[in-house]
């Protein structure tokens, strides 16, 4: 089986005449774990929102066949493009199970959501099993320790069967080992799914990205395997700010890249 | 325990049920059971407005356009029956010889009227929902764009005297399909179908709140975008609830003329509408039985206070509201869960998850 790949294509998205994605091109896969990486403020989110139809975005997105770009939000979603945010936004009111079966509930009938839950669909076993929330499934969502709230997030584009993830910032605020198994759990999934991961965390990307798209400034940087990108002058310049007063001035709002960077060469 | 709590909230409505249909009308006088009737159709009309507001989160402050609807449905086909062959009497006061307008004529009919008054809010609710929902028009906007319609719906009939009584209002109904009103017998009936009608509107309800849509449904109060994001349109979500709602206006509406007995712009507009979530945020808003018992308790407080010291009544509900809104936001239904969680843990304690987000915000 050949599964249909995401192909973005000349993304361009301004806000009242501030270009915040002008131009990007970039490509994704079922079988890799992607990863869009850049400073703050280089059009990483704004790139995920245009193609979800958050925001309105010139250019092309395509998955497979299907043009996602001008789609209403939900529609798209119903097309099997998923995401999560860069806060985690599940219902906190309601238990694991309830937010899972919400999700489930996408593919139901109208009729079948008139009458209450009855045992757990089968496909939400298999969602919890995968993200270790086996054992959550009557918690409050709102009481979930925070990495366990961004793997709900997963399991519920799981649960709907999404055959495209796109995870922004899903590994911000986890500590070391919440990350690794995230990161598990990624290259897992995505035998069979696209995953996008919007990071700026450049250890947890080194570990774990097959593919690597640079963005800055809204313009793609460089691109390739993490090797290859890490040896890109460009991207040096950017992250280890070697020259540009703006480079610095993006570092200085974004520290923590560096910081990562740093910490990784000690070990 | 969470496995039981709907079983628990159903025995609720059977207790409520054998109270009203059953005890009611063995103790009460004919004047009280009259009043616990027109209660039970503000309460009707809560029960709706608990799942709009409590659940949906919208807060429909127009509610008394769709109670109308309900209620000069009804009133229109008991004028007519009444009137017999002839035009109705306040139509003949200006004009001996004034025609029956067109609109009232099919209101002669049983079926046509029982028809209006569950289509007609379903009809209206449906197309301003869809126009507001789907234009994403919420909070602040929307309350006021319904308490509006409401204003405007009480001034058009203020002003259509000939056609609609105006200001003075339909009254004087002798029969209510078929059976003579002034009849003791049938006063317990016509009670006794607004009572019933309540217990089926919690028990809709009742339903609704354990079926997978009212778990979507609150979730869309939460977290609009979110549930956008997984796939559905919340606009139609709302939409249902909103319908949903409306329709039990009408309902209330309907039972309130003939046990009342007169229906006037007064009932309908802005300062009702208001009266009617004011009862509903006493009580509680997302729980089953807050909004009908706190619409009965306005309702008491409104013919026993309310008659015996008007003005001061109306000081008197205000500084409840205050008092329930400043604090118990979730109304005097959540009393008894907020005593059990002072005993079980005396300090509150502070939310990390949302410490955690404002952090993510902070650094994103
Ligand atoms: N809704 C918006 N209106 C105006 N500017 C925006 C909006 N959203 C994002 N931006 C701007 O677009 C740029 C890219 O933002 P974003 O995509 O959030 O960056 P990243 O996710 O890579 O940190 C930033 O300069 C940001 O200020
Ligand atoms: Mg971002």
């Given amino acids: 089986m050949t599964a249909a790949s995401l192909v973005v294509t000349d993304l361009r998205v301004e806000f009242s005449g501030f270009v915040a994605v002008g131009g990007v091109s970039f490509d994704a896969h079922p079988g890799e774990v992607r990863f869009l990486i850049g400073p703050n403020g280089a059009g990483k989110t704004t790139c995920i929102d245009a193609i979800t139809g958050l925001t309105r975005g010139t250019g092309s997105a395509r998955l497979g066949e299907q043009e996602l770009l001008g789609k209403q939000v939900h529609k798209i979603v119903r097309l099997g493009v998923g995401r999560t945010f860069q806060t985690a936004s599940i219902f906190d009111e309601l238990t694991v199970l309830q937010n899972l079966d919400i999700a489930a509930g996408l593919h139901r009938s109208s009729v079948s959501l008139l009458r209450a839950r009855r045992g757990i669909d089968p496909s939400i076993e298999r969602a919890v099993d995968e993200t270790g929330l086996a054992g959550e499934l009557a918690t409050q969502a709102g009481i979930l320790s925070h990495g366990q709230k961004q793997w709900l997030e997963i399991a519920m584009l799981l649960v709907q069967d999404a055959k495209v993830l796109l995870l922004d910032e899903p590994v911000a605020g986890m500590s070391h080992d919440e990350r690794t198994a995230t990161g598990e759990l990624l290259q897992r999934i995505a035998a069979e799914r696209i995953v996008l991961v919007v990071e700026h965390d450049m250890d947890f990307m080194r570990r774990f990205a097959t593919r690597v798209t640079v963005l800055h400034q809204g313009k793609v940087l460089s691109q390739g395997t993490v090797a290859e990108v890490q040896a890109d002058p460009k991207v040096q310049e950017v992250y280890l700010g070697t020259a540009g007063a703006a480079t610095t001035a993006a570092m200085a709002v974004v520290p923590e890249p560096v910081a990562e960077t740093l910490k990784l060469t000690e070990d | 325990m969470t496995k039981l709590k709907p079983w628990i909230s159903l025995s609720g409505i059977g207790v409520f049920a054998v109270l009203l249909l059953v005890i009611a009308p063995l103790v009460l006088s004919d004047h009280w059971l009259n009043n616990v009737g027109k209660y039970c159709c503000w309460a009707i009309a809560a ?91 919420k909070g602040a906007y929307f309350a006021i764009l319904t308490q509006a319609l409401a204003v405007a719906l009480a001034t058009l009939i203020s002003s259509t005297i000939r056609e609609t009584g105006g200001d003075t209002g339909l009254s004087d109904f002798k029969y209510f399909f078929g059976f003579v009103l002034n009849d003791p017998a049938n006063k317990v009936m016509v009670y006794s179908i607004a009572a019933a009608l309540l217990i089926v509107c919690l028990l809709a309800v009742w339903q609704f709140y354990r079926s997978r849509f009212g778990e979507l449904l609150v979730a869309t109060r939460d977290a609009e975008e979110r549930v956008r994001f997984l796939g559905y349109d919340p606009a139609n979500v709302k939409l249902v609830a909103f319908v949903v709602s409306a329709l039990m206006a009408s309902i209330g509406g309907a039972m309130f003329v003939p046990i009342v007995g007169i229906i006037t712009p007064a009932e309908i507009g802005a300062a009702a509408s208001i009266l009617m979530i004011a009862g509903v945020a006493l009580g509680g808003r997302a729980s089953l039985f807050g909004p009908a018992l706190g619409a009965m308790a306005v309702g008491w407080g409104q013919s026993s206070l309310g008659s015996t010291w008007p003005d001061g009544w109306t000081y008197v509900l205000g500084l409840l509201f205050i008092v329930v809104i400043l604090f118990l936001p979730q109304g005097l239904s959540s009393l008894p869960a907020r005593f059990a969680a002072l005993r079980r843990r005396p300090t509150v304690q502070p939310t990390p998850a949302i410490a955690a987000a404002q952090l993510e915000e902070v650094r994103s």
């Avoid at chain 2, 989160?57 to 017999?84: C, D, I, K, P, R």
């Avoid at chain 2, 029956?100 to 009809?123: C, D, M, N, Q, Y």
């Fill in chain 2, 47 to 137: 029960v709706g407005i608990g799942f709009a507001w409590g659940r949906g989160g919208m807060l429909v402050m127009g509610q008394g356009v769709f109670f109308a609807l309900g209620a000069y449905s009804m009133a229109m086909h008991l004028t007519l029956e009444t009137a017999g062959d002839q035009v109705p009497g306040f139509m003949v006061l200006y004009d001996p010889l004034a025609p029956l307008p067109a609109f009232w004529e099919p209101f002669r009919s049983t079926g046509f009227t029982l028809l209006a008054i569950v289509l007609l809010p379903v009809v209206v609710a449906g197309i301003l929902g869809y126009a507001l929902f789907k234009r994403r028009v």
